[in-house]
T-cell receptor
Framework: GAVVSQHPSWVICKSGTSVKIECRSL??????MFWYRQFPKQSLMLMAT?????????EQGVEKDKFLINHASLTLSTLTVTSAHPEDSSFYIC????????????FGQGTRLTVV | GENVEQHPSTLSVQEGDSAVIKCTYS??????FPWYKQELGKGPQLIID?????GEKKDQRIAVTLNKTAKHFSLHITETQPEDSAVYFC?????????????FGKGTSLLVTP
């Protein structure tokens, strides 16, 4: 299957700082990327959907000014958690879907964010 | 929106036995149903999927069945092994041209004991 690489795999940051997470599709062009958040022992909750070159579409309850998503190329999307607080600590996972549109979405390995 | 229910939340089986996980969905427009295996601290890994134009799909020890009328689908793992222990998620999506936004079930923690 296709490879989606997410970086970093874990990060610890201080409250009030910003953290950027990268999601790359290594062997296909990802026209759409999805960002999910997962709390311990819970399911994946969709945060936003981004199409290359367009603004991301955020799910209800997700603050777009806090979780900045950029999808500037067909192989890279970034999620920036701005002014992070301890309650933002979570497992963030991206997935990517490429052309043609009937391909599966492949997941990155996730990023464990801990805000102290 | 789509609502995916998954049962059971935990499942313990002995090595060699079969495991069955069931999911139901609410949106009749959903047409793509993948199953993911997630190990601790890792991202979900696609293990099998099924589209609405078929009723069953099998890949070695893993099979998925789909009943569109009843809007439910199931994962079957035969001859379970300890390395099958993980959390399994079902999902459903409409497979729109903008890519697949997946709605996940709450997950099933499978434990296979030797």
């Amino acid at each position: 299957g296709a490879v989606v690489s997410q970086h970093p795999s874990w990060v610890i940051c201080k409250s009030g700082t910003s953290v950027k997470i990268e999601c790359r599709s290594l062997d296909f062009q990802a026209t759409t990327m999805f960002w999910y958040r997962q709390f311990p022992k819970q399911s994946l909750m969709l945060m936003a959907t981004s199409n290359e070159g367009s603004k991301a579409t955020y799910e209800q309850g997700v603050e777009k000014d806090k979780f900045l998503i950029n999808h500037a190329s067909l192989t890279l999307s970034t999620l920036t958690v701005t002014s992070a607080h301890p309650e933002d600590s979570s497992f963030y996972i991206c997935s990517a879907a490429g052309q043609p549109s009937n391909t599966e979405a492949f997941f990155g390995q996730g990023t464990r964010l801990t805000v102290v | 929106g789509e609502n995916v229910e998954q049962h059971p939340s935990t499942l313990s089986v002995q090595e060699g036995d079969s495991a069955v996980i069931k999911c139901t969905y609410s949106d009749s427009a959903s047409n793509y149903f993948p199953w993911y295996k997630q190990e601790l601290g890792k991202g979900p890994q696609l293990i099998i999927d099924i589209r609405s134009n078929v009723g069953e799909k099998k890949d070695q020890r893993i099979a998925v069945t789909l009943n569109k009328t009843a809007k439910h689908f199931s994962l079957h793992i035969t001859e379970t092994q300890p390395e099958d222990s993980a959390v399994y998620f079902c999902a459903a999506s409409k497979g729109s041209n903008s890519g697949y936004a997946l709605n996940f079930g709450k997950g099933t923690s499978l434990l296979v004991t030797p």
